[in-house]
């Protein structure tokens, strides 16, 4: 018989805001496009809100959690870094907002370990020379400078995320509109 773990340590509950169209479908076909260019994984446009040991009582917690309405977030820069995860990416600006979401989050699971937000949206997740993707950073000439985001999505991951399997693994466990 199946037995399924209450906490398992080496999954993670990733809290996922989703861009709203039309900023949704502009980030899919670059994260498509980008990852057929350099044979990356592709993934769902998001931007992490809040991160957490996946524990099955968070998946109860969920159905109680308020409907806060759309965040409108506006974009900082394009950048990158060495971290797999953060390879490419759109930074956003802090918003108060934003905090309290996370917060709130947070609360609703009884969980609230200090996770610090860093508002971005990753565009691909590859190693790259730095040069190359300083060059990319470059060149990218975002449509808009503000994004709404108006669906949460929660997504069981690896705790660690390096690889094209770890990315392929991710499924989305609970899903919610902001409106």
């Not at 199946?2 to 906490?7: A, C, G, I, V, Y």
């Amino acid at each position: 018989m199946f037995r399924r773990r209450m906490k398992d340590e080496t999954q993670m509950l990733a809290f996922w805001l989703l861009p709203a169209p039309p900023a949704r479908e502009y980030f899919r076909s670059m994260i498509e496009q980008l990852a057929q260019r350099f044979d990356a994984p592709g993934f769902e446009p998001h931007l992490t809100l809040y991160g957490t040991a996946f524990d099955v009582a968070h998946l109860d917690a969920l159905g109680g959690m308020p409907t806060p309405g759309s965040v409108e977030l506006e974009i900082e820069r394009i950048a990158f870094s060495e971290k797999y995860t953060k390879t490419l990416f759109v930074q956003f600006k802090q918003q108060t907002r934003l905090t309290e979401l996370s917060a709130a989050v947070a609360r609703a699971l009884g969980n609230e370990n200090g996770h610090e937000l860093n508002p971005h949206l990753s565009l691909i997740y590859k190693e790259l020379p730095n040069e190359e993707k300083a060059e990319l950073a470059r060149t990218i000439n975002l449509p808009f400078d503000r994004v709404r985001f108006d669906a949460m999505k929660a997504v069981s991951t690896p705790a660690t995320i390096e690889s094209r399997e770890e990315v392929e693994s991710w499924r989305t466990v609970w899903e919610r509109s902001l409106s």
